[in-house]
């Protein structure tokens, strides 16, 4: 396949969603920041091996810093994307320090406490978030200074995946550079890694804090986008959701982040409307068909197809 | 000194001393052989040098420094190296790819970001070398997961090789590997650089005699002689606790 084939199908399908779907841009933009987000994860659980249920705390810390600088600062939407990578990124540097020294379940709990942590600062410092009734008062300048935030959400739109796509090359070429296999390599055996003269703790580091950079510019353009910051930024249910779409898709693979994102969002949106009880069965019916079925996510369901079709006609030959 | 020297060099696992006050010489250009039975400690002494493992008591010293306080990844980059006993590589990345990684590493390549890791027309030729030496060019483009387990052990042993060290640790490199095929690696140690100080810990003798110009003997955590190869296959000693027992 041409190296340019699918990027182009992927962008042609997000400018027909946004034709074909004008009164659901707000749910199209969602899918994007929740893409944003599992690339981030991708990066640091796909990519890098470390094991972690709490993306969310650079999520949430990256939301919290833009709708502040937002209220008290500049309504500079890129300005306010950078304070949000910053603020994910140092997060994940400072926490970092410490999680990378550990190993399995040690750290997925500690992942898991961080989040919990930056939850409760936040609904303990109301004056400053806003507490339980979430941070508030976020006016956004227009985007670059020419598309001014519209009711319908078509520049918010736009500009999250202009963020995303931005966002998706850089971590094509990060994956593809001499780092990006070095998280590989630290993925498949972190002892022939530090035999290779590598400090696996310093590389993990940083690839931490470039996955909590991600994950705090998502958190900024949810901020920014729905001008509101809730508690519900730092919830465990955003990191384990992140982590459902990220097996769905495929993790180690930047389009698994993706489709598994978009499926998973949208099975969730059209489930949940259709019966909103039960739509986890479905969820869970997915999730089941994948992990025993196309264990390396449906980002590959096609290659398997094609296995298993050429398998049956050798069968039959 | 140059070189490798270890001084009492001692290693207890709870109650069982696994290394016993080991004193032992790695100048550069030595071939030596490291021999004894399964269990002597030949891998633990192996992975106290290289830091794997933290000694008990004892003493390490490289080029007259003492690295005992280093970490593995920092003794690497002085140019201590070691294969695996237990092939240990990165299964799902391609054969060139698994040759790729210590070539960027040693180049100090780690933390590059933007060019592409196959990028390096320097790189990929000395990858190709590797390959060929190895006899592995036809194998470049699959998992190295995928390949027979012998040819895993070419992989491991190109791995390191591709580090340049000064100190080469090889532990039974050569296990595992089919007969036909045994030729690559005697090949491959014949044909390092002079100066390189070799240690090879291996069960097969003819290997062994064919490499290495000295032999030192591990017994129970403890050096029980060292001497020319001549000197090892006539001490009663080894006939009786080793060689006796593997040649009949
Ligand atoms: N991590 C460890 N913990 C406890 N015992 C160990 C450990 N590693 C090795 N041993 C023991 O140390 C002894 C020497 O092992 P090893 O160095 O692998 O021997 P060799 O390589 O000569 O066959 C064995 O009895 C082994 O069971
Ligand atoms: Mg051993």
Redesign the interface.
């Known amino acids: 396949m041409k190296s340019w084939l699918t990027p182009f199908l992927v962008l042609a399908l997000a400018g027909a969603a946004f034709l074909l779907f004008p009164y659901n841009l707000a749910f199209l933009t969602r899918i994007l920041i929740m893409i944003l987000l599992v690339l981030s994860l991708d990066l640091v659980l796909g990519f890098a091996g470390i094991a972690t249920l709490g993306q969310a705390a650079m999520y949430g810390t990256g939301a919290y810093a833009a709708g502040l600088f937002a209220v008290h600062a500049s309504g500079n939407p890129l300005a306010g994307l950078l304070v949000g990578a910053f603020a994910g990124a140092a997060l994940a540097l400072v926490s970092g320090l410490l999680l990378m020294r550990t190993r399995g379940l040690t750290l997925i709990m500690l992942t898991i406490a961080v989040a919990s942590l930056c939850l409760e600062a936040a609904n303990q410092l109301r004056g400053l978030t806003g507490g339980a009734d979430g941070l508030r008062g976020i006016r956004m300048q227009p985007v670059l200074g020419l598309f001014p935030f519209d009711f319908a959400g078509q520049t918010g739109y736009w500009y999250a995946l202009s963020v995303t796509v931005l966002v998706f090359a850089g971590l094509a070429?990060?994956t593809?550079?001499?780092?990006?296999?070095?998280l590989?390599?630290i993925h498949?055996?972190p002892?022939?890694?530090?035999?290779?003269?590598?400090?696996?703790y310093w590389?993990q580091v940083?690839a931490y804090t470039i996955g909590g950079g991600i994950a705090g510019i998502a958190g900024a353009l949810a901020a920014q986008i729905t001008q509101l910051v809730s508690l519900e930024s730092y919830s465990f249910t955003i990191s384990a959701e992140a982590l459902i779409m990220l097996i769905l898709g495929g993790a180690g693979r930047l389009y698994g982040a993706v489709i598994g994102t978009v499926i998973f969002m949208v099975v969730h949106h059209v489930a949940a409307a259709n019966d909103p009880f039960n739509w986890l069965f479905v969820i869970g019916a997915l999730v089941l068909f994948v992990v025993f079925l196309v264990p390396n996510g449906l980002v590959s369901l096609p290659l398997a197809v094609t296995r298993l079709w050429k398998g049956a006609r050798h069968a039959r030959a | 000194m140059q070189g490798l020297e270890v001084r009492g060099l001692s290693k207890r696992f709870g109650g069982l001393t696994v290394s016993e006050n080991i004193d032992f010489d790695l100048p550069p250009g030595a071939r030596k052989a490291l021999i004894g039975p399964n269990g002597a400690g030949k891998s633990t002494f192996a992975n106290l040098v290289?830091g794997?493992l933290r000694p008990s008591s004892g003493e390490i010293r490289f080029d007259g420094s003492d690295i005992g306080g280093l970490?593995?990844?920092r003794r690497?980059?002085l140019g201590i190296?070691?294969t695996?006993q237990i092939t240990?590589?990165?299964?799902?990345?391609t054969v060139r790819?698994n040759l790729?990684?210590?070539i960027?590493?040693?180049e100090k390549?780690?933390?590059?970001?933007?060019?592409?890791?196959g990028s390096s027309p320097e790189t990929e030729a000395e990858v190709a070398d590797l390959l060929e030496q190895f006899e592995l060019t036809a194998f470049a483009d699959r998992p190295v997961g995928l390949l027979a387990y012998g040819q895993q052990r070419l992989v491991e042993m190109a791995?390191?090789l591709a580090?340049r060290p000064r100190v080469l640790i090889l532990d039974e490199p050569a296990a595992g590997v089919p007969s036909s095929e045994t030729h690559l690696i005697v090949n491959a140690i014949e044909r390092l650089p002079k100066d390189l100080a070799v240690l090879i810990i291996e069960h097969d003798m003819d290997l062994v005699f064919r490499v290495a110009r000295s032999i030192v003997v591990l017994v129970a955590g403890r050096i029980l002689t060292e001497g020319t190869p001549a000197q090892i296959s006539a001490d009663p000693k080894v006939r009786e606790l080793y060689l006796g027992k593997s040649h009949g």
Request: glycine fraction near 6%; aromatic fraction near 8%; hydrophobic fraction near 45%.
């Open positions: 070429v990060l593809r550079s001499a780092f990006g296999l070095s590989r390599g498949e055996s002892a022939r890694m530090a035999a290779i003269g590598v400090s696996v590389r940083a | 290289t794997i970490d593995e990844p690497v980059k190296a070691k695996f240990t590589l990165f299964r799902k990345l790819e790729r990684l210590p960027l590493e040693r390549r780690g933390y590059s970001m933007f060019a592409r890791a791995m390191t580090l």
